[in-house]
């Protein structure tokens, strides 16, 4: 079964940071593109970034509300997907689903709260 | 710009037919997908491409394309259809951008 299972998700105060995590099982991990995309509380679907596979360079992108801030990073040996969240801000609040890049298997979500 | 504009809300009754829009000039462009987002639950695709199916979606979930809009029509709308619909498009190589969702009512 193909499946990916977000972690790491927490409060943490405006100007933290915090590190989440995407496991992936049941597909070729290695060959993936995968994009995290974010929800705000009652708002709508937001991408926030992408990153390539090794083999197509393992280059990032991201939205520009978060570059700079944001760093997208994989591990292939541990078929995990990270997201790296420094200079947090009150308006990163959100739940944070990781997903292929073509966007047909998502995770549950986790979520982050920024607040004092 | 970067920016594809949907309808806030559509309400149709079960049985009828449901379209919903999604307009930007990347979708001149760009192929477009169809998300399906019901209460606590992350999105689901419904279409790509414009108008492909992923196997699993009822075949009453179609879509099109003309120009710079997208329509997703759902055929015989049912009461489980009801939902949160968002459309998404690879705005260039490096991007990717959400319209910002239509609620979907079915009663």
């Known amino acids: 079964e193909v499946q990916l299972v977000e972690s790491g998700g927490g409060l943490v105060k405006p100007g933290g940071s915090l590190r989440l995590s995407c496991a992936a099982s049941?597909?070729?991990?290695?060959?993936?593109?995968m994009s995290w995309v974010r929800q705000a509380p009652g708002k709508g679907l937001e991408w926030v970034g992408r990153?390539?596979?090794?083999?197509?360079?393992?280059?990032?992108d991201y939205a520009a509300p978060v570059k700079g801030r944001f760093t997208i990073s994989r591990d292939d040996s541990k078929n995990t997907l990270y997201l790296q969240m420094n200079s947090l801000k009150t308006e990163d609040t959100a739940v944070y689903y990781c997903?292929?890049?073509?966007?047909?298997?998502w995770g549950k979500g986790t979520t982050v709260t920024v607040s004092s | 710009s970067y920016e594809l504009t949907q309808p806030s809300s559509v309400s149709v009754s079960p049985g009828q037919t449901a379209r919903i829009t999604c307009s930007g000039d990347v979708l001149a462009k760009k192929y477009a997908r169809w998300f399906q987002q019901k209460p606590g639950q992350a999105p689901v695709l419904v279409i790509y491409k414009d108008s492909e199916r992923p196997s699993g979606i009822p075949e009453r979930f179609s879509g099109s394309s003309s120009g710079t809009t997208v329509t997703l029509t759902i055929s015989g709308a049912q009461v489980e259809d009801e939902a949160d619909y968002y459309c998404y498009s690879a705005a260039d190589n490096s991007r990717g951008v959400f319209g910002g969702g239509t609620k979907l009512t079915v009663l």
């Open positions: 990153i390539k596979s090794k083999t197509d360079g393992g280059t990032t």
């Open positions: 049941g597909f070729t991990f290695s060959n993936a593109w």
């Open positions: 997903t292929t890049a073509h966007m047909d298997v």
